[in-house]
């Protein structure tokens, strides 16, 4: 499944590939989140996709239909807490 435009440039700006797929996708946007000191814990099912728990630098949990969309939001939100996106941090 191919990312929608917005995420695949979130993903550009980050240094990643948009041509990545699967597992070398899920691997960059690992290393992604950790280079901006992020602490996944675990992927999980749900019904309507996966979860990924966000345990460092706060507790949160996002959702997506594929397990690159799940990381991808996470991904975003810590640039955006990082000053990388926007003109501040994210507001949850």
């Not at 700006?13 to 901006?36: E, F, K, Y």
């Not at 675990?42 to 990924?52: D, Q, S, Y």
């Amino acid at each position: 499944m191919a990312l929608p435009n917005d995420v695949a440039l979130m993903l550009s700006s980050a240094g990643i590939s948009t041509t990545l797929t699967g597992d070398a996708l899920v691997t960059a946007i690992r290393s992604a989140i950790a280079d901006r000191r992020g602490y996944l814990g675990e992927l999980t099912v749900t019904e309507i996709g996966f979860r990924v728990e966000l345990v460092s630098p706060t507790m949160m949990e996002f959702e997506g239909r594929t397990p690159e969309f799940a990381l991808a939001w996470v991904l975003i939100f810590l640039m955006g807490e990082t000053g990388e996106i926007g003109i501040g941090g994210v507001a949850v």
